[in-house]
């Protein structure tokens, strides 16, 4: 053990539990087991997608609206277990190495499914530049990453721009969260995705505003395709 290890030792983020320094987990194998999964990577219709759909109500007119192929999210966000724990130290306390280590593990189990079949490219949420520059990190970028990691797709950062400087979601009504995001995305170079299947990649859906705020800036993207992941879906 290293002295760097011996004054601070590597734990559980949730338990505090000590995992070794050789763990490939960032989390204790009792948490890890304990993450509530969702299993939504080979459902249709399943909760996440139907939060997408919003106004729309069935899967045919949703995909043809808002060109949504599939939605699924990893875990379910609970505010009685941990999990809500795990969120806020990714997005709040400096931890996004969360993000990419439930990334991969997210992308190990979705690779069991054909989910990611026929995806060109992931694009995480994007952060307003003053939240980046605050925060030091896109947690949703992290998340990205651990997916690329794993199925070998490309993460794009470049054609989807977040243009307003919004109030956090989670402060606002289940009525302003969509006025809230109301044009706050745009894109870039939309001839550059022309006719991709483009993964948009979120840290958590409550009331799926925000991504359809993004999947509604991203149809400039001419002949495209979308799926949504998301790390977490609120029940």
């Not at 763990?23 to 219709?45: G, H, K």
């Not at 044009?183 to 799926?208: C, S, W």
Request: charged share 25%.
């Amino acid at each position: 053990m290293s002295l760097f290890s011996l004054f601070y030792p590597r734990v559980c983020p949730l338990c505090q539990t000590y995992v070794g320094e050789r763990a490939t987990f960032l989390l204790c194998p009792a948490c890890q087991s304990s993450l509530p999964r969702t299993e939504q990577a080979a459902i249709e219709q399943n909760g996440t997608e139907m939060t997408l759909w919003g106004e729309y109500k069935t899967p045919f007119a949703a995909r043809k609206a808002m060109h949504l192929t599939r939605a699924a999210a990893y875990l379910f966000y609970e505010k009685e277990h941990p999990v809500r724990q795990l969120v806020h130290l990714m997005k709040y306390a400096d931890r996004p190495e969360l993000g990419l280590q439930l990334g991969r593990e997210a992308a190990k189990e979705f690779l069991y499914s054909d989910f990611f079949d026929g995806i060109d490219v992931i694009m995480p949420v994007p952060l307003h530049p003053n939240r980046l520059r605050s925060r030091g990190y896109n947690q949703s970028e992290y998340i990205a990453r651990g997916l690329s990691g794993i199925t070998g797709l490309p993460v794009d950062t470049t054609h989807l721009l977040r243009i307003k400087d919004t109030p956090q979601q989670a402060l606002q009504t289940k009525e302003g969260r969509g006025r809230n995001v109301q044009n706050a995305f745009a894109v870039i170079h939309p001839e550059q995705m022309y006719r991709k299947h483009i993964l948009l990649v979120d840290d958590l859906i409550t009331t799926g505003e925000t991504a359809r705020a993004c999947l509604k800036a991203m149809k400039r993207f001419r002949g495209a395709q979308f799926s949504v992941f998301a790390l977490c879906k609120a029940r």
